[in-house]
């Protein structure tokens, strides 16, 4: 089953705007249909195309690699009489699918981008670490870009609704509340996308039986599973513990503060014995990281302390099927509870960690700011949940799963910079659109708009 993905028009900008004087580097956890769109891509976009997939090809393949560049002739002819498929100048696109798995590839995209006859497209999991350790040269010819899960107007396009979000955007733009039965029907939605993750193939079990949460739930577990076989391998190479990381992660979200706490690994346990890790699980894309800014001006990352982060999964999805690990209750029936808000479950987490997806998948990078100020002669701690930054202008975000009426944080935020250039402030919490003075009260499914 193919879903439609924004990233489809990246790819098509890339297509024109460079013209083979530059490959494509998608890197993105694994199964988040980084194969998928790319083999569509190859067939609406161009007259042939190649897919090498690293992960299941033998030497036979690689010893193409191995043999060198001297003549790209040769080079090209054995490619194209080993998969039997033609090749045209120009109009031709090669995948190198699971790059990681044979950095010498990515190599010798030197050479492959200077002869520029074909287009090259890369794909990779973790590929920054592997080549970090790799005895190569690493090509200036490559652009990056990032793929994440699927995001609620892609998982709306999955189930046939092609309407919605565009609605759900015209009540932003304009600042009007959808109205009680509306909004129930939107929160039931979006608790569903929660629910089922933005992951293609727990998504594509969700459509084949919507009645089955069950075996969308098997889905994310087999997922969840591939990530700490995967990291567990990466932590028995480079002795790092970005396995424990990420099986800690509902653990982390599940405190007040929600911040990284060091001695949940290892007593005692500091920045620098974790950096490595760290820096791991960021890469893998399994996780988003969000980083403690000590200046909320504009410039965010140069006052970022590294050292202070929260953790979120990058996917709700299997954040929820970690938390439900052990619980007693069949799937199916937990996650209509879920879905329907009755559940007693951590709300706050959830929509928290989905706060921080919507915000990734939207542009933003992920910050937030403790901050001290005097009140009545006693000094206070407040912590804003998110800080971004757009059009010149600071963003504070406050996230409520409950008891919106109470702000502290951002009120205290509002106060202590109103010197800032701050933009218009966010209480997302499961409610209605309401807007009052400067604070915006926005529902959590329209996060995407900010």
């Not at 490959?23 to 988040?32: H, T």
């Not at 997922?223 to 002795?239: T, V």
């Not at 503060?257 to 690994?265: A, G, L, P, R, V």
């Not at 209750?329 to 987490?349: A, P, R, V």
Request: charged residues 25%; glycine residues 4%; contains cysteine.
């Amino acid at each position: 089953m193919i879903f439609k993905r924004k990233i489809y028009q990246q790819l098509l900008d890339w297509k024109h705007q460079y013209q083979g004087k530059r490959a494509l580097l998608i890197e993105g956890a694994r199964r988040v249909g980084k194969s998928t769109i790319l083999r569509q891509f190859a067939k609406n976009e161009y007259k042939s195309f190649i897919m090498i997939d690293f992960d299941e090809e033998g030497d036979e393949i690689k010893e193409l690699f191995n043999n060198g560049f001297r003549n790209l002739d040769i080079f090209f002819q054995r490619l194209s009489v080993f998969y039997q498929i033609p090749l045209y100048e120009r109009q031709t696109l090669i995948i190198f699918d699971e790059i990681q798995k044979f950095p010498r590839a990515h190599e010798a995209m030197k050479y492959l981008v200077k002869d520029g006859r074909y287009d090259f497209i890369e794909t990779g999991s973790l590929i920054t670490l592997k080549l970090m350790s790799s005895n190569i040269t690493i090509p200036s010819e490559v652009k990056n870009i990032s793929m994440y899960p699927m995001d609620f107007e892609e998982f709306l396009w999955a189930i046939g609704d092609n309407l919605t979000f565009a609605f759900l955007r015209e009540h932003f733009v304009k600042k009007m509340p959808l109205g009680n039965s509306m909004h129930k029907k939107m929160m039931e939605l979006f608790r569903t996308y929660l629910c089922v993750g933005g992951m293609p193939q727990a998504i594509e079990q969700y459509v084949k039986d919507k009645t089955n949460l069950s075996k969308v739930d098997e889905v994310k577990r087999d997922i969840i599973k591939l990530y700490e076989d995967d990291l567990l391998r990466y932590d028995s190479i480079y002795r790092t513990f970005t396995h424990q990381i990420y099986s800690f992660i509902p653990s982390f979200l599940s405190n007040k503060n929600k911040i990284f706490k060091y001695s949940k690994i290892k007593k005692g346990g500091k920045y620098t014995q974790y950096m490595h890790s760290i820096d791991g699980i960021k890469k893998s894309m399994t996780a988003n990281i969000c980083v403690n800014v000590s200046d909320p001006s504009i410039g965010l990352s140069l006052s970022a302390k590294a050292e202070e982060f929260k953790i979120y999964n990058a996917d709700t999805g299997l954040l929820i099927s970690q938390i439900l690990a052990n619980h007693n209750l069949t799937s199916t029936n937990l996650y209509k509870q879920i879905i329907f808000d009755k559940l007693s479950i951590n709300n706050g987490m959830i929509f928290e960690n989905a706060v921080s997806q919507a915000l990734i998948s939207s542009g933003h990078n992920l910050f937030f700011h403790v901050f001290k100020k005097i009140d009545n002669n006693i000094s206070k701690k407040y912590e804003l949940d998110f800080i971004s930054e757009k059009d010149g202008k600071i963003i504070p975000i406050e996230v409520k799963s409950s008891s919106y009426k109470q702000h502290h944080s951002i009120d205290a935020f509002i106060e202590k910079y109103k010197d800032k250039n701050v933009s218009n402030s966010y209480i997302i919490y499961s409610k209605d659109l309401y807007c009052e003075k400067n604070i915006i009260y926005l529902p959590i499914y329209m996060t995407y708009f900010i």
